[in-house]
Every structure is written in structure tokens, then in C-alpha cells.
């Protein structure tokens, strides 16, 4: 059998798990938070031109933020639809 190599953060999961600090969820917890990951689900490709400048500015942002310039306009958009 392979042994798998965990990285530090795993690693903690496991001892965590192990030790037994984590816990299952009521039924209707699973249910939020399931909910929660479906309306985060992104299923849908989207394909526009917008201008340079713009596209630099978020880029921009998102760096700052420390987050994917793609995954930071997807956010300003989500916050913007609802």
C-alpha cells in the first residue's frame, strides 16, 4: 500500500480527527451548510471584454486582497446579483 504524504496543515486535520475534537452535525446543520456550498458553486462560464484599465485596477485589488483577480470579480459579482 502507498503511504500518502500529508503536509503540516493535513497533518493537524488528522491529529485533530484522532483526538476528537471534531464532532457530526444535526441534520439540519448538514442542511445549511450544504445549502451554503450549493449557492457558492460556480457552473456557469462567462466570457466578456471589458476595458484594459479596468482589468488592471481589479487585478490590482485582488492582489491586495491576496486573492485570484478572476475569483475576486466573481465575488463582486455574486455580492452584486443578490
Do not use: C, W
Not at 11 to 30: A, C, T
Not at 68 to 79: D, G, K, M, P, V
Amino acid at each position: 500500500m502507498t503511504k500518502i504524504k500529508l503536509n503540516k496543515r493535513e497533518k493537524s486535520i488528522e491529529n485533530d480527527l484522532i483526538q476528537g475534537k471534531y464532532h457530526p452535525v444535526s441534520p439540519i446543520e448538514l442542511e445549511s451548510i450544504t445549502q451554503a456550498i450549493a449557492k457558492k458553486k460556480k457552473d456557469a462560464v462567462l466570457n466578456i471584454r471589458i476595458n484594459s484599465h479596468d482589468l488592471q485596477s481589479l487585478k490590482q485589488r485582488a492582489k491586495k486582497l491576496g486573492i485570484a483577480y478572476q475569483t475576486f470579480i466573481s465575488e463582486i459579482l455574486h455580492r452584486f446579483a443578490a
